[in-house]
């Protein structure tokens, strides 16, 4: 699987939207990028997926650059219970294992 | 909404002692996994399992562990002579397909302290 990179962390107040940025540049092309959460120690939450389109679903949006090499997970109106760590993971259809990097600490401020 | 639903949620056992952690996976998936986290650190793959066998399994998953399936609705982890490393949370997940046009459900986690 690809590796991806994350920022550590980052800011976001309460109903603006946060936009959570993943890289992937050595993504292949069977690869789909995943994104999870985890709120303070409970078991991931998955969020979306995609391969090269732009997903939408009542969680989140997820936008895939042209090339693939990057995406953005965004929240459109952020809450305090979306503070957590948000996983981007690139993935093969074959095999069945998600391997997590450090992923993004979001913390929504009031 | 279907729920993959963990007990114990916190289980304390001695060292060399073997444990049991079960699952109760979505009724409708086919693919079982375990996932662990050591406090602080990365959640890591440990196994999967498909039609009765393991389909996969990582370098930490060796010989002290084992999954099984008894019946039609449990999904253990079995650690045979647990050492002081093997504290953390397990996770415990399943899915309808391989996973790669859907997501995995994760249950909420047994937290293991080997003492």
């Known amino acids: 699987d690809a590796k991806t990179t994350q920022p550590p962390s980052m800011d976001c107040a309460e109903g603006r939207a946060a936009n959570l940025p993943c890289n992937h540049s050595?993504?292949?092309?069977?690869?789909?990028v995943y994104w999870y959460r985890q709120i303070h120690s409970q078991g991931p939450q998955y969020i979306i997926h995609g391969l090269k389109n732009n997903e939408t679903n009542e969680m989140a949006s997820l936008i895939i650059t042209e090339d693939r090499k990057s995406s953005t997970l965004i929240l459109p109106h952020a809450t305090l219970r979306d503070t957590a760590v948000y996983y981007c993971?690139?993935?093969?259809?074959?095999?069945?294992?998600?391997?997590f990097g450090e992923g993004t600490q979001l913390t929504v401020n009031p | 909404e279907p729920e993959v639903t963990q007990t114990p949620s916190h289980q304390v056992t001695q060292m060399g002692q073997e444990v049991i952690l079960r699952c109760v996976p979505i009724s409708n998936h086919l693919y079982f996994y375990w996932y662990r986290q050591i406090l602080g650190q990365k959640v890591e793959f440990l196994v999967s399992?498909?039609?009765?066998?393991?389909?996969?399994k990582s370098e930490i998953f060796d010989d002290q562990f084992s999954v099984e399936r008894p019946d039609g609705s449990n999904f253990t982890l079995k650690i045979r002579s647990t050492k002081l490393e093997d504290s953390a949370m397990y996770f415990c997940?399943?899915?309808?397909?391989?996973?790669?046009?859907?997501?995995?459900?994760f249950g909420s986690g047994t937290r293991l302290t080997v003492v």
């Open positions: 050595t993504i292949s092309g069977n690869e789909y």
């Open positions: 997940a399943s899915s309808i397909t391989q996973g790669w046009n859907h997501g995995y459900t």
């Open positions: 993971i690139a993935k093969e259809t074959s095999g069945s294992r998600l391997t």
């Open positions: 399992f498909y039609n009765n066998e393991i389909s996969e």
